[in-house]
């Protein structure tokens, strides 16, 4: 409860300096052929995920979660995200970005064995995107995109073993402009990804591992820079 209530009251107060200072710099932005094709951002908010797991013990499911408990690798946490875009058509924009979404501490027990691992599961997405620009030429330029991402997993336990991942990822948001180089970014990004990691040192001697649904819904705003 308390990084959640910390996450909301983070990202109101900086939606709330945004709302204050950007019209404050705002210059009523135009379009203009000399405009630079390569747009960078680079962003900071927070992931809510819609986290499930289901552990698999010699190929038989048992459920979600040992002991009935819920995911606790992937909670709401914040993310950072850097970003390329190159403008293909005015339109129509393609490029990369690499996310990091650091998860919260959480112990893997087994029961029968008393056996027990303590660590956490931090996500970097790598994601390539195509963007369809709704209308790309005003000071507010809104946008939808989608695309695949390679994430990788990294794991701080000593028995779990983390597997890379991968999925589609679906973007929509607005860049806004107050100059002909900067503006201001705010998008949601949402992730499809399951990740799996394998517990068998845990469960030792039987083979065992954890599929978890990610799925981070990823919220964020930063500022955009025209190259």
């Not at 507010?140 to 995109?145: A, K, L, S, T």
Request: proline share 4%.
């Amino acid at each position: 409860m308390y990084k959640t209530i910390t996450l909301r009251n983070y990202l109101i107060r900086s939606a709330s300096c945004l709302a204050i200072l950007l019209p404050a710099l705002s210059q009523a932005y135009q379009y203009t052929e000399e405009e630079g094709r390569v747009v960078g951002r680079f962003k900071l908010g927070g992931a809510v995920m819609d986290s499930e797991d289901n552990i698999t013990l010699n190929g038989v499911s048992l459920g979600t979660g040992f002991n009935n408990d819920k995911s606790g690798f992937y909670s709401t946490t914040f993310s950072g995200e850097v970003e390329m875009d190159y403008f293909i058509f005015d339109h129509f924009s393609v490029g990369g970005s690499v996310g990091f979404i650091p998860g919260q501490s959480y112990d893997i027990s087994y029961t029968p064995t008393d056996t027990t691992d303590t660590g956490k599961i931090t996500i970097i997405p790598v994601a390539a995107i195509i963007k369809y620009h709704i209308a790309p030429y005003g000071e507010i330029r809104p946008y939808v995109g989608g695309g695949y991402s390679y994430d990788i997993i990294k794991s701080s336990y000593t028995l779990a073993k983390a597997k890379n991942t991968s999925g589609p990822v679906f973007a929509g948001g607005m860049d806004w402009w107050f100059s002909k180089n900067w503006g201001a970014n705010f998008e949601v990004k949402q992730y499809i990804m399951e990740g799996e990691i394998d517990i068998s040192e845990l469960t030792t001697p039987l083979t065992s591992d954890l599929k978890s649904t990610i799925n981070p819904l990823v919220l964020s705003a930063g500022i955009a820079y025209r190259f």
